[in-house]
C-alpha cells in the first residue's frame, strides 16, 4: 500500500521545487525581489521585456515607467535590471570592471572573430584599446594632414556638387525635396572609410558609387531586426539551426548580406595593406592616402603576435578584417542617423533662427570655406546644436547590457533617492540606456524639447540672453558652468568607461565638417518628413515610409518605390 505512495511525493516534491525555484524564490525571497518590478511578471518571466524588445519598443517603454514610478532602478526580468541613475548606477556598473557577456559577441561578430567592441574579457579589450586608442585621440585628429586632405576632398569634391546635382535633378521632378538620410550615409561612410583605409582605398558612395553604396545601406540596415533573435533567445537560435530551421526567425538572405558585407571589407582591407606595403617600402604617398588606422592596428597585432609567438599571417588577416568591420558599420552608421535627426530640426520652421545663427557663425571663420579640425570644433553654436541633437536623438539609446562580477555580490542604487539595492547575486544582468538619462528633467529641463542653448556656456555667450527669435520672442538662456558639468554626466551618447566608444572624437569631427559642408553653402526646409519616426529599439534610426505605411528601414518596397524618410529643399546660399 506504501509503494504508490511513492511516486506521488516525488511528483510532490518536484512540482514544489519547481514553484520554489521559479516563483516563491524569485518573487519574494532573491535580493531582487526588493527591487521595483516594471510589470507585474517581471519577477517571474522574461517574456514582457522580450516582447517590447521584438517590436524595437523597449527603449521608450522602459524611460517612461522609470519616470512613471519615479524609479532609478526597475526588474524587468527575473534577472535583469534596468538601471537610470549616475551615482550608484552608470558609474558603477560602466566603471566598475562589469563584463560585456555574450549580448553582444552573439551578433557583433565579424567572420567569426570577436572585435574588440564584442569581447567579453576586460584584458583582450584593454591590449586592442591600447593599440588604437591614440589614433582616434583628439589631439592626433586634430593635427592630421591625412584627415584634413580627406575631408577638403569629401565636403568640397564630393558632398557639396552631389547636393547641387540633386538640386538640379529635383528641379527636374517636380520638386519633392532631397533625401537626406541617403545623403548623410555616404557621407559618413566616406569620412570612416577614408581615415581608416586611405581615400583611395575607401568607399565614394557620394559620387561614383551611389548605387552601390544604397545596395550596402539596403543589406547592412535591413539585416538589423533580425539580431533579436542571437541576441535574447541565442539557445533558441541555435536549436533551430541544428534542425536547419533558422530560417523560421532569421531569413536566409540575411546570412547571405553579412558575406557580401565582409567580402565588400576584406576588399578595402587588401588594398589598404598593398598601401600600406608601399609606404613601409619607401614608396611616396599621398597625405590623404595612408590607411591611417589599419597601419596602426596591423603594426599593433604584429608585435603582440611577435611577443606570444602565437598565430599565423592568415589569422591577423581576419583579425584586422573584424575589427575594422565593426569601425566602419558603426562608424557610418551612427552617424548618419544622427546627423538626419539634425537635419530634421534644423531645417524646421520653427528652427530656421538656429540654422541663421549656424551659417553667421560658419561665416566668421577665418576662410570663409575652412574646414580646419581646430577651427571648426571651436565654434559655440554649431557644437551646442550638435550636441543638442546627440541627447535627444541618440544613434544608440538602448540598452548597453553588462554581468554584475561573478565572484562577489553588487550594491546597486541612488542613495540621494534612497533607492539603494544591496547583496544582488553574480551574473545579474544589468543596463542603462542613453534615452532614459537624456531626459531626466531635473538635468535637462523641457527635455523632449530640441532646445540647444541648454548647451551654451553663460560666460561665452553672453548675446544669446537676448531674445533672437523674432516669431516668438524667445529669450536663451545659456548655461552655468556647474549646470555644463551635470550634464556631462549624464549625457551618454557615446558610453562612459574604459568601453566608451573608441571613435567618439573622428565621429564630432566629421559630424561638425559635414555640417558645415551643408549649412554653410545651403539652406535647407522640410518638404517631407512622414518617415521621421524613431525605431524604438536599440539604435534610433529613422523608420521611414512608402505607399504601405512605416516598414522599416532599407531599401524599396516590392513595386519598386523609394522609401521616404527625410526631404527638404535646398537653396544654395549665394552669399557663402
Given at each position: 500500500?506504501s ?36 510589470h ?41 535590471l ?107 561612410m566616406?569620412?570612416v ?25 539596403h ?56 598601401t ?11 597625405e590623404r ?5 589599419y ?7 604584429q ?33 548618419s ?24 557663425e ?6 570663409e ?24 536623438h ?40 542613453a534615452?532614459a ?22 560666460s ?68 517631407d ?36 524618410f527625410?526631404?527638404?529643399k ?7
Amino acid at each position: 500500500m506504501s509503494l504508490p505512495l511513492l511516486p506521488t511525493a516525488a511528483a510532490c516534491a518536484l512540482f514544489l521545487t519547481i514553484v520554489y525555484k521559479f516563483i516563491l524564490h524569485p518573487a519574494f525571497i532573491s535580493p531582487l525581489s526588493k527591487v521595483p518590478s516594471a510589470h507585474w511578471s517581471s519577477s517571474i518571466s522574461p517574456l514582457w521585456v522580450l516582447y517590447h524588445r521584438l517590436l524595437q519598443q523597449d527603449t521608450p517603454v522602459l524611460a517612461c515607467l522609470h519616470k512613471k514610478f519615479n524609479a532609478p532602478i526597475l526588474r524587468i526580468a527575473p534577472n535583469e535590471l534596468s538601471v537610470n541613475c549616475v551615482s550608484g548606477g552608470l558609474r558603477t556598473i560602466y566603471s566598475g570592471g562589469f563584463e560585456k557577456g555574450t549580448w553582444y559577441s552573439n551578433v557583433f561578430s565579424n567572420y567569426d572573430v570577436q572585435p574588440m567592441f564584442a569581447m567579453e574579457d576586460k584584458e583582450g579589450h584593454s591590449k586592442r584599446k591600447r593599440i588604437l586608442s591614440n589614433i582616434y585621440a583628439k589631439s592626433t585628429l586634430q593635427s592630421s594632414k591625412a584627415l584634413d586632405e580627406q575631408t577638403e576632398v569629401i565636403i568640397k569634391e564630393r558632398l557639396r556638387p552631389r547636393i547641387l546635382a540633386e538640386v538640379e535633378k529635383e528641379a527636374t521632378n517636380g520638386g519633392g525635396g532631397i533625401e537626406f538620410y541617403d545623403i548623410f550615409c555616404a557621407v559618413t561612410m566616406d569620412f570612416v572609410s577614408a581615415y581608416i583605409f586611405g581615400l583611395e582605398n575607401g568607399s565614394d558612395f557620394l559620387v561614383s558609387d551611389k548605387d552601390g553604396g544604397i545596395r550596402l545601406f539596403h543589406d547592412f540596415k535591413a539585416r538589423q531586426k533580425y539580431t533579436f533573435w542571437p541576441q535574447e533567445c541565442p539557445g533558441f537560435t541555435r536549436f533551430l539551426a541544428k534542425l536547419g530551421l533558422k530560417w523560421l526567425v532569421v531569413p536566409t538572405w540575411v546570412d547571405g548580406a553579412n558575406q557580401d558585407i565582409e567580402s565588400w571589407l576584406m576588399g578595402m582591407c587588401e588594398k589598404a595593406k598593398q598601401t600600406a606595403q608601399k609606404i613601409d617600402g619607401g614608396g611616396e604617398v599621398n597625405e590623404r592616402d595612408v590607411p591611417t588606422v589599419y597601419r596602426q592596428l596591423e603594426g599593433g597585432l604584429q608585435k603582440e603576435q611577435k611577443k606570444s609567438g602565437i598565430g599565423a599571417e592568415g589569422n591577423l588577416k581576419i583579425e584586422i578584417a573584424s575589427e575594422l568591420l565593426d569601425h566602419t558599420l558603426a562608424g557610418f552608421d551612427t552617424s548618419s542617423i544622427t546627423l538626419t535627426w539634425l537635419a530634421w530640426q534644423l531645417s524646421k520652421t520653427s528652427n530656421q533662427h538656429w540654422q541663421d545663427m549656424l551659417r553667421k557663425e560658419i561665416s566668421t571663420l577665418k576662410e570663409e570655406d575652412s574646414l580646419d579640425a581646430k577651427a571648426i570644433d571651436a565654434l559655440p553654436i554649431l557644437h551646442a546644436i550638435l550636441m543638442e541633437s546627440l541627447r535627444l536623438h541618440a544613434a544608440i539609446p538602448g540598452q548597453q547590457p553588462r554581468i554584475t562580477p561573478s565572484h562577489t555580490l553588487t550594491t546597486l542604487g541612488d542613495p540621494e533617492a534612497g533607492a539603494v539595492y544591496a547583496n544582488l547575486p553574480p551574473n545579474t544582468r544589468v543596463q542603462s540606456q542613453a534615452y532614459a538619462l537624456h531626459r531626466n528633467p531635473n538635468v535637462f529641463p523641457d527635455p523632449d524639447s530640441w532646445l540647444p542653448d541648454r548647451w551654451l556656456n553663460a560666460s561665452s555667450s553672453p548675446s544669446l540672453t537676448a531674445p533672437v527669435d523674432t516669431m516668438t520672442d524667445t529669450v536663451y538662456t545659456p548655461r552655468t558652468a556647474d549646470q555644463l558639468r551635470e550634464m556631462s554626466r549624464y549625457f551618454w551618447a557615446f558610453g562612459s568607461g574604459g568601453r566608451m566608444c573608441v571613435g567618439s572624437n573622428l565621429a564630432m569631427l566629421d559630424m561638425k565638417a559635414t555640417i558645415v559642408g551643408v549649412w554653410g553653402k545651403f539652406q535647407t526646409t522640410i518638404v517631407d518628413d512622414e518617415g521621421m519616426v524613431p525605431n524604438g529599439g536599440y539604435m534610433a534610426e529613422p523608420l521611414g515610409v512608402g505607399k504601405g505605411g512605416h516598414k522599416g528601414i532599407g531599401g524599396k518596397y516590392a513595386d519598386g518605390e523609394l522609401r521616404r524618410f527625410l526631404r527638404l529643399k535646398v537653396v544654395e546660399n549665394m552669399k557663402a
